[in-house]
């Protein structure tokens, strides 16, 4: 069967262009770049010139200033526990209620360690309010840690903006941002939107590089303690040999997304929306969640309420769609996505929730598949639910109450 | 985290969704039972009703004829709650031998349930419960006189342990002992308590503590841990942990509610110009402006009263 593949906020195909470039580091070039002999040259140079395109390609920083590491998490560990242990004096973090749990559950870590973290919340589009940013920051915040796009809905936080808040309220703040869902999607630029973030961390599996490979910039002087100690690797930021094959890849992959961004992006946008319209039109009772907010162009975040997504997922599955789901039964723990909670989204439609998620590698065809199987998905699950009314396709009348958030009657 | 589900599961939640002859999805309109479980809220629930043919004199020979579900959950939720119809029809019961019928019961004929969705079968069995309940009740039989200690759901009431899924004490005991759960990961996968915020499992009279209470084992002594630090601490104690603009309302607030009206009394009132750090310039206005005592007024009572509700670090300077 063909898969369609809309999960490209989980995980991406990998380039074929990149694949060849990682090629010759598996085979041939397979020396230890901290080598001495001639051989070895030849891996220390393919890091070098991977350092030097990915600064160039985030808005023209220097190289120095581009530290690899093993993954998005490891980046975030990294910058966040690094600032912590570098400013001892200053005790304060501010962060959001939506960041990925790589940031959040450091975050939960530093107030075990004694600190205080400020959680900003987001309202029923997923946005921040400025002014609550505002009035967070306060004479002993250590650091910010707003994310640049969330991965399950794909709103867009004003992170150059609060930066810029930041830093002009005391310059000794550290910015983090957490720019996983939008290195690839969105031209990213350290030297002028964004010149006032310190820290920006991503992974090359989100934008067609293989995981096992991220990379975290920080800004010249930026006061940061090292996470993972070993040799003199990355200049002593970061110990472990290099991941030479992956580095590169990495390199490669964000060159490809810079140079067809601008092909891809409106093909991408347009597929993503047409799904929304086609859905919504077919679907009673489905609405998008961050609909309201800026949002990246490859991510739909749908609700059909009254129904449970792990139920939709397992029917998209069988029929060769691959999407995710904020639900319970997905989540491993037996709570709905804590980005929907954060939002607000009442619970007849956070258990619905289905992420589709696309990339360059999709075509229109996949949109057409997905809009002739899923309104059925959702019309079978909704004849089996206590809460639908099937003669007149709404939920019965004592559910509709639950819509706007109240309680389902008692939970026992 | 993929679909560990057994054929017969996946089999019985495709048949169901796609209405296929001889699946239960559905409600009997007047059920001779009815029983739910579970709620939107917590992710599933289960409405099951039966259809009895009633024994012309004696209720505990009706059979149970019919049995439909509508489901609101995940796979083997579905799955299960067509597991639940299938045994109970096949099984010619009346509705008090249906009661034999238990969770394992449905995990079996599903051929395995992955652990972490045991729930799903005991919604089944609950949901049955609360059905058999309900014949009961309509045909004036007396369960506690077969010697069956059957409690409905709405009379366990009592202390809430696990607040994310509204359980409360007495049902877990209940449950702990009837499933025969030993750990919290056992109660989580049967009956959800405990699987969000995870805040009651070692809390005081939480879930360890039950459990140790049933099943008599001793708590293990633990070195006390250092206490966590105060998220929000109260406003009045500590002005400096507030940002400027919160310390300035604060203060405000303070001489509105309990400084103002006293200088009203005497025809007067103050005004703040400015507040730097903990220094307040406060300035008197109306008949306490020329007052011979004015400094005085600022000092013994502006100041004082700032100090005890507010920060005891504050100074106020007359302007």
Known sequence: MEIVYADNNATTRVAPEVVEAMRPFFEESYFNPSSMYDAAHGPAEAIK????????????????????????????????????????????????????PAVLNVCKELE??????????????????????????????????IMHANNETGVVFPVGELARIAKETDPGIIVHTDATQTVGKLAIDLSRQLRHVDMLAFSGHKLHAPKGVGCLFM????????????????????????????????????????????????????????????????????EINGAGAPRLGNTSNLSCHFVEGEGILYQLSAAGICASSGSACTSGSLETSHVLRGMGIPFTAAHGSVRFSFSRYNRKGD??????????????????????????????????GMLHGAPAGAPR | MTWEYSEKTKQLFMDAVHGVAGTHMGEIADPDGFGEHGSIACGDALRFTFRCERHPSDPLQDRIVEARYL??????????????????????????????????????????????????????????EAAVFNWAQKRGVDLKALGLDMTSAEQEEGRLVCKCFGVTEPYLRRKIKELELHSIPEITN??????????????????????????????????????MPEGHRDATATG????????????????????????????????????????????????????????????????????????????????
Not at chain 2, 72 to 79: E, K, M, R
Not at chain 2, 121 to 126: F, K
Not at chain 2, 190 to 218: E, F, T, V
Request: aromatic share 4%.
């Open chain 1, 49 to 100: 010139e991977a350092r030097a395109s990915i600064a160039r390609h985030l808005g023209g920083v220097r190289s120095d200033e581009i530290l690899f590491t093993s993954c998005a998490t490891e980046s975030n560990n990294t910058a966040i526990f690094g600032a912590v242990r570098a400013n001892p004096a200053r005790r304060h973090v501010i962060t959001t209620c939506v960041e990925h």
């Open chain 1, 112 to 145: 075990h360690e004694g600190l205080e973290v400020t959680v900003l919340p987001v309202d029923r589009q997923g946005r921040l309010d400025t002014a609550d940013f505002v009035r967070a920051l306060r004479r002993d915040t250590l650091l910010v840690t």
């Open chain 1, 219 to 286: 800004r010249r002087g930026t006061a940061c303690r090292p996470f993972l100690l070993g040799g003199h690797q990355e200049a002593g930021r970061r110990g472990g040999t290099e991941n030479v094959a992956f580095i590169v890849g990495l390199a490669r992959a964000l060159e490809l997304a810079v140079a067809t961004h601008e092909d891809d992006e409106p093909h991408i946008t347009a597929m993503r929306d047409r799904l929304e319209r086609e859905l919504t039109a077919r679907i009673p009772l489905t």
């Open chain 1, 367 to 400: 949109v057409d598949h997905i809009v002739s199987v899923f309104p059925e998905v959702i019309a079978s699950l909704r004849r089996l639910s206590p809460y639908w009314d099937n003669a007149s396709d709404r939920p019965r009348p004592e559910a509709e």
């Open chain 2, 71 to 128: 489901t609101f959950g995940c796979t083997s939720a579905i799955a299960a709650s067509e597991a639940l119809c299938t045994i109970i029809e096949a099984g010619h019961f009346s509705p008090v031998q249906a009661l034999k019928v238990s969770n394992q019961d449905i995990v079996d004929f599903l051929e395995g349930l992955p652990e972490a969705k045991i729930h799903c079968s005991v919604m089944g069995a609950e949901a049955l």
């Open chain 2, 190 to 227: 049967a009956i959800k308590a405990g699987g969000a915020c995870m805040s009651c499992h070692h809390a005081p009279g939480g879930l360890q503590d039950i459990l140790n209470d049933i099943w008599g084992r001793h708590p293990t002594t633990l070195v006390p841990l250092p206490s």
């Open chain 2, 240 to 319: 400096s942990e507030l940002s400027p603009y919160q310390f300035a309302k604060q203060v405000e607030r303070v001489l509105s509610e309990d400084v103002r009206p006293r200088l009203q009394d005497d025809g007067g009132n103050l005004e703040i110009i400015d507040i730097k750090e903990m220094t307040v310039y406060c300035r008197l206005s109306g008949a306490c402006a020329n007052c011979a005592g004015a400094t005085g007024t600022m000092k013994l009572l502006v100041e004082r009263i700032l100090k005890e509700r507010v920060d005891e670090r504050i100074r106020v300077i007359a302007v």
